[in-house]
């Protein structure tokens, strides 16, 4: 097998090709995109992993509800963990449909052999958010054979009733 040699502005011809080639193609086209990848990534990654961390070490110290002590002994506690979980959720929730598309399209560029960059990527998907966030949930489906038969089970069956 030739190995694939992707440049910036290539284009991949498009034909059939083994596992191997797709698998070949598919780490050479990340590898030499990986600086635009990680970037459009970070964009939406970066905040929520920070934000995430500082939840995190707040509940490590236990932070959540013992506060500080104020002049008059009420309580100066600071904003409950549970809350920058649910907000961080949420974040997670709007943003990251977005991210995804814009990950899809800028590679989908690269094989067109057309250049992008972050910010032309979330241009360009910024008005498909609708359809990527029902795409990444219907992506969380589980599969319809173990749903039903998951909903099939007696227990759950005398649960609903």
Known sequence: MVPTTISSTATIELRPRSVG??????FTLYRHNIKL???????????????TLISNLANTLDLNGTGIPGRNGDD??????????????VIAGIVWPWMDGALT????????GRMSNWHNA?????????GLWIANILR????VAERDKALSDP???????
């Open 21 to 26: 080639e797709l698998l070949d193609l598919t």
């Open 37 to 51: 990848l990680a970037s459009i990534a970070a964009l939406v990654a970066g905040p929520i992993l920070v934000l």
């Open 76 to 89: 100066l506690s600071l904003i409950p963990m549970p809350s920058i979980t649910l907000v961080l959720m």
């Open 105 to 112: 399209f800028s590679v989908i560029e690269r094989v067109l």
């Open 122 to 130: 979330y241009r360009a998907t910024r008005h498909q958010w609708a």
């Open 140 to 143: 969380l489906e589980p599969d």
């Open 155 to 161: 227990q759950l069956t005398d649960l609903l009733r």
